[in-house]
């Protein structure tokens, strides 16, 4: 049962010290709906930590529909995504807007390894919300269902296609820093969901022979993998070609749908970052791209040293041959 120190707001309201008892405001005063249209002028974070301030306000930071509010003010593809999907807007805010936490690797491992077998079931299907901003205003809110269960997507490498046509063409003209892109995929076994891009662009690079820039939008998992999703426009004539995710691993190849899967479903199950991820993912992704590129630079030495000992070996095995010839 809450006391009285526990019905009291003393962030919000004036404390009866000094007074003659009429001016202290207990919370119970104010009417139920009025204090629930303040709380839903919160940002998720402020509410999650005001429910844990007192008592008097953990029932009314649970408010179904703010978290609801708060999901499609940042999400509105969720309005096209059934109920039944998730395990209620608060715990989908929860999964989806922190970071997953990248767990330190040592070693960079084959990507069939980057996630123990049998640490967590695979999704069968797998539900992506997909939002893309340009300068503030929503220019594509899609949601798409894959079928993560058939053996075509299993064995081909992870990809997740938001556009199935051939694109679109933006009001404005695209520019690539103003655009910013939040990825949410969920798994309607279990109502989990993981954050899959960076919001914010971690790369840019444009194609000049084509005339197309890729905005990437990468999240760096554990294992030596990372969440890639690319926006694909052109500058001129402000047309987005392709919006996609896939899953890369630490020598730039793609990871299996299987592999893939094992990623998703463990980053769905882990520990997530707190305050200030936004900063890092892009600071995390170029590491992860310069040790992608020391790591390929290594491997082309390998390479060319065993070329130079297969073209010793034959030039010697030639060299005895004619010798063989001349003295024979």
């Known amino acids: 049962m809450a006391t009285g120190d526990d019905l009291r707001c003393p962030a919000a309201f004036a404390a009866d010290g000094g007074g003659d008892g009429e001016s202290a405001t207990a919370i119970e005063d104010l009417p139920t709906d009025v204090l629930a249209l303040v709380l839903r002028r919160l940002d998720g974070a402020s509410l999650a930590a005001l429910g844990c301030a007192c008592a008097a306000f953990r029932g009314l930071a649970a408010d179904p529909d703010a978290w609801r509010a708060l999901c499609l003010a940042r999400w509105p593809s969720l309005r096209d995504v059934p109920p039944a999907d998730h395990k209620g807007h608060r715990q989908l805010f929860a999964d989806a807007f922190p970071f997953p936490f990248p767990a330190a690797a040592a070693a960079v491992p084959a990507p069939s390894s980057a996630v123990p077998a049998g640490a967590c079931s695979l999704p069968t299907r797998l539900v992506s919300a997909v939002d893309l901003h340009h300068g503030g205003a929503c220019i594509m809110s899609r949601v798409v269902e894959t079928d993560a269960a058939s053996g075509w997507f299993l064995g081909a490498p992870f990809r997740v296609d938001a556009l199935v046509q051939e694109g679109f063409s ?24 993981v954050n899959a891009s960076s919001r914010l662009p971690v790369s840019v690079d444009r194609r000049w022979l084509t005339g197309q820039t890729v905005v990437r939008f990468a999240v760096v998992l554990g294992g030596g993998v990372a969440l890639d999703a690319a926006v694909t426009c052109d500058e001129r004539f402000g047309h987005i070609t392709e919006v996609s995710l896939r899953i890369e691993d630490g020598e730039g190849g793609g990871v299996s749908g299987r592999d893939g899967l094992a990623v998703v479903a463990a980053a769905m199950a882990g520990a997530r970052q707190g305050r200030g991820a936004e900063a890092a993912a892009r600071l995390r ?33 030639f060299l005895g041959f004619l010798a063989m010839l001349t003295f024979r």
Do not use: N, Q
């Open 285 to 317: 992704y170029e590491e992860f791209v310069k040790g992608r590129a020391a790591r390929k630079e290594r491997k082309a030495r390998r390479e060319g040293i065993f070329d130079l000992c297969c073209s010793g070996v034959g030039a010697a095995a």
């Open 170 to 193: 933006a009001p404005t003209p695209i520019t690539p820093a103003d655009l910013s892109l939040s990825w949410v995929l969920i798994d309607p076994a279990t109502g989990r969901a």
